[in-house]
């Protein structure tokens, strides 16, 4: 839990609650809370206290602590220590196969809406996901997405296409769409239903509901409003732990259970 390896990152350090509270700019009755757990962090105070700590943002809201290993290394005129960091990194744990069946998914329940081209199913897909994963603290198809200038956008996805293409089971059309040339993927074959749990079923079912008649730059806008994408580096990949500091407007799961 983030309060608890607050806690643990001030007695390392000898700060006082008073010291972070000022450096969040909070009274030290409001940080003490929020070493209990009863009050959460805004993303400009986790930033603020990564900063103090001396971690990367992502490190700090995933509890970790970057790990110092020493290696000495001996040669005939001298001694030399020369340090190496380990840093324990959350890789997602991708399924492609699951990705294309839900992909086709997508594309038989809502693909031939007009707005649905190709920047549609990238933010369709990161809502799916993330949501997935704030839901259940389980990852769903488990994709990396990366932050660029128009949201997120799956970086597995072009290569998943190409062989889904060669395969014969899907193909591209490009429409106009309010004047502009949309990129259309049309599914050949039904999805393998045995590929999707009916958990994940509802929760995609959920997303199309709530998501899948924006345009493109209604779900961009959509998507800069979530803090993953907000906290996330310019062109890197976009961190699952940053949903559980999701705001109300973006925010899938009740914390009150």
Not at 32 to 39: M, P, T, Y
Not at 51 to 72: A, G, S
Request: hydrophobic share 35%; proline share 3%; charged share 30%.
């Amino acid at each position: 839990m983030l309060f608890k390896f607050i806690q643990t990152l001030r007695n390392e350090n000898k700060f006082t609650q008073d010291y972070l509270a000022e450096q969040l700019n909070i009274a030290r009755q409001t940080y003490a809370q929020i070493e209990k757990g009863e009050r959460d962090l805004t993303v400009t105070e986790a930033k603020k206290l990564a900063h103090v700590f001396n971690l990367d943002l992502n490190d700090f809201l995933q509890c970790r602590k970057t790990e110092i290993v020493i290696n000495i290394k001996k040669d005939k005129e001298n001694k030399e220590k020369t340090r190496s960091q380990e840093i324990r990194i959350n890789i997602p744990q991708k399924n492609i196969d699951k990705f294309k069946e839900v992909l086709l998914y997508i594309l038989i329940k809502v693909g031939n809406k007009p707005n649905v081209g190709e920047t549609v199913l990238y933010k369709l897909l990161y809502f799916i996901d993330f949501d997935y994963y704030e839901k259940y603290e389980e990852q769903l198809m488990g994709m990396t997405y990366i932050k660029n200038h128009y949201g997120p956008t799956p970086v597995e996805f072009k290569a998943a296409i190409a062989d889904m293409i060669k395969k014969g089971e899907i193909e591209i059309i490009e429409s106009k769409y309010f004047n502009h040339i949309q990129k259309k993927y049309l599914p050949v074959r039904e999805f393998n239903l045995s590929k999707l749990m009916a958990q994940e079923l509802c929760h995609i079912d959920e997303v199309l509901l709530r998501l899948s008649d924006k345009n493109a730059t209604e779900l961009s806008k959509y998507s800069h409003d979530d803090v993953p994408w907000i906290v996330a580096k310019e062109n890197q990949p976009i961190e699952y732990e940053s949903v559980f500091y999701r705001t109300d407007k973006t925010s899938v799961r009740s914390y009150d259970d």
